[in-house]
C-alpha cells in the first residue's frame, strides 16, 4: 500500500510544478482526494497489523487474508503503472480500476480486523468466566467479610470490563494486564462465602430484611456466626413496647 502512496504523491508534486492553472488545479485537487482516500486504507491496515502481532501474528499468513491481500496488491500495482507511464485520473476510472482497487483493500482491511476480533474474544475467554458485581452481590451472603471483598472485587471490575469489552488490545502489555486483573478478580470471588446451611441463609435472610426473630437463632446458627461471621454485629431487640417493665 505504501508504494501506491508514494507514487500519488510524487505525481502529485510533479502536477504542481506545472503552470497550466485550470486543468492542473482541477487534476491536483483530484489526486489530493484519491491520495487521501488510499492513504485512508494504508493507514488503516499498518494499525490492524500492530493489532495482529499482539493478538496472534500467524494470521497474516492465513490463506483467506493473503489471498485478498494478493488481490489488492495486483490492482495497486495497476494503478501505480498506468501512473508512471504518465496516465491520469480518468485512466484510473477505466474499468473501474480505482474503485475496485478501494473496495479490494476495504475488504482485505475487514477479513483482518475481523479474524483478529475473533482471536482477541477468544483469548479473553479461555481466561476464564468473570461474574459483574451485582452478580456477585445477589448471590453472596451479607457478611461484613463478603462485603469487603466484594468492594475489592468493584475496585478492578472497571478494568476487567474496559478490556473485555474492547474489539482488540489497546497495546502490547493489554494481554498481561488482562491476564493479572482476571487472576485477582477470580481469587477474590473464591474467597466470597455464597453457601450456608438453610437455618443460617433463613436468619440472614431475616436480619436483611429488618429484623430476625429469637426461634431462628438455633445452635447451628450460632456456631456458623462464630465461625464466619461477626455475632457482635447482632443485637437482640424487642419489636413492641414490653408492659410489665
Known sequence: MSSLVGTCKKLLSDLQTVKVANQTKQE???????????????????????????????????EDIVQ????????????????????????????????????AAESANDKVRSAARDQWRQFVESLGRVDTP????????KTP??????????????????????????STSTPDELIRVVSTLQDVQQQLKGTAPEAVRLFLKAVE???????????????????????????VKSRTNVSWR
Open 68 to 103: 485478498a491481500d494478493c488481490t489488492v496488491k495486483g490492482l495497486a500495482q495497476q494503478a501505480k503503472t498506468l501512473l508512471l507511464a504518465g496516465g491520469n485520473l480518468q485512466d484510473l476510472a477505466a474499468d473501474n480500476l480505482w474503485t475496485r482497487l478501494i473496495a
Open 209 to 235: 430484611s429488618g429484623g430476625a426473630s429469637m426461634d431462628l437463632i438455633t445452635p447451628e446458627v450460632m456456631q456458623w456466626l462464630q465461625a464466619n461471621d461477626e455475632p457482635s454485629r447482632f443485637v
Open 134 to 141: 451485582t452478580y456477585l452481590d445477589e448471590q453472596m451472603l
Open 145 to 170: 467479610a463478603n462485603e469487603d471483598l466484594l468492594q475489592t472485587y468493584k475496585e478492578h471490575y472497571p478494568k476487567y470490563s474496559a478490556i473485555a469489552r474492547a474489539d482488540l488490545p489497546a
Open 28 to 62: 491536483i485537487s483530484a489526486l489530493q482526494q484519491r491520495l487521501r482516500e488510499w492513504t485512508k486504507h494504508a493507514n488503516a491496515r499498518r494499525a490492524l497489523v500492530e493489532k495482529v502481532r499482539i493478538v496472534e501474528p500467524s494470521l497474516l499468513v492465513r
